[in-house]
């Protein structure tokens, strides 16, 4: 493993990190704020498709891409069965709008160099190693997060999928078409799905739990469980200037209650309720709005406290809706139970990390969901968190330091080495 030169304290591992992660740092940045916008199936995002097979293929891994966008990079060394349980590493290039660039990105960065890490090293896994690129994580363009691994898995149905449409009205279905895949070989895959013997994935902590135990990296316990709700609020729309107020029926008023309302009850349930997304029909200043669209994502420690959210939430808009003469109507649109990530598996990660990189990993929950999420219903899954100073995410002030993305790569070669090894 690569170490910093006892005189003069350089690491060339991170002369290497910051090398690669330039290359993809200009690929969808809006310079006006920072944020990144790399859709799935965009230009931008088919970008970073496009540096991640040529990058995987100047290690001499075999790329292919399966029916559902999801991208893998075999590195299988003469005399590994090739269709034996791999282990598989990586995460997502797509952003939400004008999100940080190190969540999804800082996992395929850190897996590519921790595969040359391992080769450094000398290293010859006794089981095929893989680095993975799922589709659509963040469901930001589509509306269904995970899209790509829900696929793989079968926790969504392709005809489903395929329907979903994005703010313009594009289909999935036409966006895999224009860029070249086959929306007819998207589906369940469990040919696929069974070649993953174990999953590890990297990723920038959402949150500043590691900054506050002054750890680098750390190892994940459990994902909240987690979801997105459709709230439709109709009224009647008016002229702005001429409805007297008292024979308004405006749904922005229902819908503001309601935003209220998510707010008032996270807080006293103790989980974490959201409205950051809401469109508004005609959507004119001087119109009284008919129809209000918004959307809920709700989390919480546990399933139970999960439901009693997302009822109070419903209640509390029903009978707003109910004074103020208007409807609301809850849809649900995704569902992520809660996971617990193997214990077992998380300590023998743990301990090999801590071995590796001498220092104490601590073992962490997330609020956030992620692509190990859907796949830990059906393989061994894990999860490496790399410490956020900021604390912040999905905005553009999300960072890591140079020097603990190092340690995230040096973090995960140890969890590959210890799973690959005989």
């Known amino acids: 493993m690569t170490a910093a030169d006892p005189l003069t304290g350089d690491d060339p591992l991170v002369e290497r990190f910051r090398t690669l992660w330039a290359e993809l740092a200009g690929i969808g940045r809006d ?33 292919r891409a399966d029916g559902n966008g999801n ?28 999100g940080g660039g190190y969540d999804g990105p800082l996992g395929i960065v850190s897996a590519l160099l921790a595969v040359d890490e391992l080769r450094e090293q000398g290293f010859v896994p006794a089981r095929p190693v893989i680095v993975a690129a799922f589709a659509e994580e963040e469901g930001s363009r589509f509306g269904l997060a995970c899209l790509g691994s829900r696929l793989l898995t079968g926790g969504v149905t392709a005809a489903r999928a395929l329907a979903l449409t994005d703010a313009a009205g594009v289909m999935l279905a036409e966006a895999m078409r224009a860029a070249g895949a086959d929306p007819a070989a998207a589906g369940p895959d469990p040919a696929r799905l069974a070649r993953i013997g174990v999953f590890v994935e990297l990723h920038v902590e959402q949150g500043r739990a590691l900054v506050d135990l002054d750890a680098p990296v750390g190892v994940a316990s459990m994902i909240w469980p987690h979801g997105r709700w459709r709230l439709e609020f109709t009224g009647a729309g008016d002229h702005a200037g001429t409805t007297r107020m008292v024979d308004r029926r405006d749904p922005m008023l229902t819908c503001a209650h309601t935003v209220l309302a998510a707010d008032a009850n996270a807080r006293w349930l103790g989980g974490h309720a959201t409205i950051g997304r809401v469109e508004v029909r005609p959507n004119a200043t001087n119109a009284v709005p008919a129809q209000v669209h918004a959307w809920l994502d709700a989390r919480a420690a546990d399933p139970r406290t999960l439901a009693e959210l997302v009822e109070a939430i419903t209640a509390d808009a029903t009978a707003r809706a109910a004074s103020d003469g208007t409807t609301v109507t809850v849809t649900p649109e995704s569902d992520s139970p809660l996971v617990a990530f193997d214990p077992a598996l998380a300590e023998q990660i743990r301990t090999a990390i801590g071995s590796g990189l001498r220092v104490d990993v601590p073992v962490l929950p997330t609020a956030a969901g992620h692509d190990a999420g859907i796949l830990a219903g059906h393989v061994p899954t894990a999860m490496i968190f790399v410490r956020n100073p900021t604390g912040v995410s999905h905005a553009p002030g999300e960072y890591a330091t140079d020097d603990d993305c190092a340690a995230g790569v040096r973090a995960l070669a140890a969890a590959l080495a210890e799973l690959a090894a005989e």
């Open 71 to 98: 991208l893998w990079a075999d590195w299988v060394p003469a005399g590994v069965n090739p269709a034996g349980p791999a282990v598989v590493t990586g995460s997502h290039f797509d952003s939400v709008p004008h």
């Open 31 to 63: 310079p006006a704020t920072g944020g990144y916008l790399r859709y799935a199936w965009s230009p931008a995002e088919l970008a970073c498709r496009d540096w991640f097979v040529a990058e995987a293929t100047n290690r001499g891994l075999t790329v």
